[in-house]
């Protein structure tokens, strides 16, 4: 075998395993999507997992990226993503913000930023970034979910409001997992015993 050859076979790995990282981050962004959030007043019945997507050094790494090609908006997508997801929420604002500026009628990119504030407890700017969401699509049940937990979440929460939203997300998506988490959040809301939540994949 030619060192050519070789050099190119080792780059070919190189791509495979950066493509395999880059999956992994987009499944478990998936995943976070239509897990609850755990609010601050301990009244939650379903916790969200902790999630370590990535370890220091890939984040480094996408930062490398985004700074050789600040055009790569797919990078700082993922970037923002990997950092709300793996405990460092306020980090991805700058992120998320640069992305929202280059994306403004995203969907999904407004949702995934709305979960990030929502998070971090930053209920006024949480609301515009997922009402903006719902505007741009409202057929989402993920959206109404989350506009749900931000009503029952926020200082003095609207419980009516919350119930309403959770009703929206069934009637979206009827057959989905986020469908099963806001039956178990208006069981909640209604002094019923919450359904067992089941594990994603299960």
Same mark, same amino acid.
């Given at each position: 075998?030619? +060192?050519?050859?070789?050099?190119?076979?080792?780059?070919? !790995?190189?791509?495979? !395993?950066?493509?395999? @990282?880059?999956?992994? !981050?987009?499944?478990?962004?998936?995943?976070?999507?239509? $897990?609850?959030?755990?609010?601050?007043?301990?009244?939650? #019945?379903?916790?969200?997992?902790?999630?370590?997507?990535?370890? &220091?050094?890939?984040?480094? +790494?996408?930062?490398?990226?985004?700074?050789?090609?600040?055009?790569?908006?797919?990078? !700082?997508?993922? $970037?923002?993503?990997? @950092?709300?997801?793996?405990?460092?929420?306020?980090? #991805? /604002?700058?992120? %998320?913000?640069?992305?929202?500026?280059?994306?403004?009628?995203?969907?999904?990119?407004?949702?995934?930023?709305?979960?990030?504030?929502?998070? &971090?407890?930053?209920?006024?700017?949480?609301?515009?970034?997922?009402?903006?969401?719902?505007? @741009?699509?409202? #057929?989402?049940?993920?959206?109404? %979910? /989350? =506009?749900?937990? =931000?009503?029952?979440?926020?200082?003095?929460?609207?419980?009516?409001?919350?119930?309403?939203? /959770?009703?929206?997300?069934?009637?979206?998506?009827? *057959?989905?997992?986020?469908?099963? *988490?806001? +039956?178990?959040? =208006?069981?909640?809301?209604?002094?019923?015993?919450?359904?067992?939540?089941? #594990?994603?994949?299960?």
């Amino acid at each position: 075998m030619t +060192k050519r050859s070789s050099s190119r076979q080792t780059q070919s !790995v190189g791509f495979i !395993v950066i493509a395999i @990282l880059i999956v992994a !981050v987009l499944v478990l962004g998936a995943l976070a999507a239509i $897990l609850p959030i755990g609010g601050s007043n301990g009244e939650q #019945s379903v916790d969200e997992p902790s999630i370590q997507v990535t370890p &220091g050094a890939e984040v480094e +790494k996408l930062q490398t990226q985004v700074a050789e090609n600040p055009d790569d908006v797919d990078t !700082v997508v993922i $970037l923002a993503d990997v @950092l709300a997801n793996s405990g460092r929420v306020e980090e #991805s /604002y700058a992120w %998320f913000e640069r992305a929202v500026n280059s994306r403004p009628d995203d969907a999904d990119l407004r949702l995934a930023f709305g979960r990030a504030l929502l998070r &971090g407890e930053r209920w006024f700017d949480a609301e515009i970034q997922l009402n903006r969401a719902n505007d @741009l699509d409202d #057929s989402n049940a993920t959206t109404a %979910f /989350y =506009l749900g937990q =931000l009503a029952e979440q926020r200082p003095g929460g609207d419980l009516g409001a919350a119930r309403t939203w /959770y009703q929206e997300a069934i009637d979206r998506d009827a *057959q989905s997992f986020v469908a099963q *988490q806001a +039956k178990s959040r =208006l069981d909640a809301l209604d002094g019923s015993p919450a359904s067992p939540t089941a #594990s994603p994949g299960a």
